[in-house]
């Protein structure tokens, strides 16, 4: 696992990260979230030993970082920067030969990910010649070709059309699968919520939520409710006890407190058939707005 404890940054006088403490699970997909400034990159960077914390420890399985165990990591950097000259396959095995791996492998896992990444017929074409999206792939696959044991990427899925996002989830979701832990920062709230197994919401540096994504979704479940019934629900609007926001004929979507959610469920239940009656959970938009407020 690995654990950012404490975190703290200052540029000048600003406190850009105040006490972040998170975890990424090995096996897990985390999402990192927040807006435009919120101190995403700046810990990531910070993870990764790009910069230093003023206070706060990295540490993997218990252990601190080192220089040499971060060279195992793999990282997606925001300025991204590859070689623009240079081509694809010749490009990856260079930054694998880099982390150590011999000539013969690096080649090898070269082109299993150009070849899992769908970039394989552009192996031999130098990466400024490559569309915004490939170059992306591109830039993909340099974070994970030496086999990394963890995986940090900035905003990997930004200017990738939908399909690419499966194919590039697929792959990062295997990685989870055999025990890597991965962190990776979207402003995609949608993308997010159905991709991840665990969020991290960042604002103005510090950490608002984190969780699995059912714990927040459940933290942050209101007070809203949802019921589907058989029949035509347009009773529940006669209640005093209920605001009705979203009413369809036998569903009906109402705000109540506990009380008045039993309420609507024991008439429902009187009246005939209940086919769905819950809490509605929150969508990670919603969560989002409600905890950087
Ligand atoms: N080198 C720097 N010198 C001074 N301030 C900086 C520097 N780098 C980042 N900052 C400031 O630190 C804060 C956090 O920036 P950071 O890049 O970590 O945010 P972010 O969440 O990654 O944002 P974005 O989603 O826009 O990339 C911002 O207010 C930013 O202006």
């Known amino acids: 696992m690995l654990t950012i404890s404490n975190v703290t940054k200052h540029y000048g ?105 769908e970039l394989h017929e552009r192996r031999d074409e130098p990466i400024e010649k490559l569309s915004l999206g490939n170059q992306q792939r591109a830039q993909i696959a340099a974070a994970l070709v030496h086999e990394p044991e963890v995986l940090v990427l900035d905003e990997p899925f930004s200017g990738l059309d939908p399909m690419a996002v499966e194919t590039v989830l697929g792959v990062l979701s295997e990685r989870a699968a055999r025990g890597v832990p991965v962190l990776f920062s979207s402003h995609q709230l949608d993308v997010v919520e159905r991709l991840c197994d665990d969020i991290v919401v960042i604002a103005d540096g510090r950490i608002r939520a984190a969780g699995t994504r059912d714990a927040l979704r459940e933290a942050n479940a209101g007070s809203q409710w949802e019921l589907q019934v058989g029949d035509d629900a347009a009773w529940v609007r006669a209640l005093a006890e209920v605001d009705v926001i979203e009413f369809d004929g036998g569903y009906v979507l109402f705000e109540a407190d506990a009380h008045g959610a039993q309420l609507v469920l024991q008439q429902a239940a009187q009246r005939g058939e209940v086919q769905r009656f819950a809490p509605r959970r929150p969508t990670l938009t919603e969560i989002f707005r409600e905890v950087v407020q």
Not at 19 to 39: D, I, K
Not at 90 to 109: C, F, I, P, S
């Open 13 to 117: 006088e600003r406190r850009v990260l105040d006490e972040v403490s998170f975890e990424v699970g090995r096996g897990r997909l985390t999402g990192f979230v927040g807006g435009n400034g919120a101190g995403k990159t700046t810990t990531m960077r910070i993870i990764l030993g790009v910069l230093g914390a003023d206070a706060g420890e990295v540490s993997l399985d218990g252990s601190p970082l080192t220089r040499e165990g971060r060279r195992r990591f793999g990282y997606m950097p925001e300025e991204r920067g590859l070689y623009p000259k240079m081509k694809v396959h010749e490009q990856l095995v260079y930054l694998a030969r880099l982390r150590g791996m011999r000539a013969g492998v690096a080649a090898a896992k070269a082109d299993e990910l150009l070849e899992r990444l």
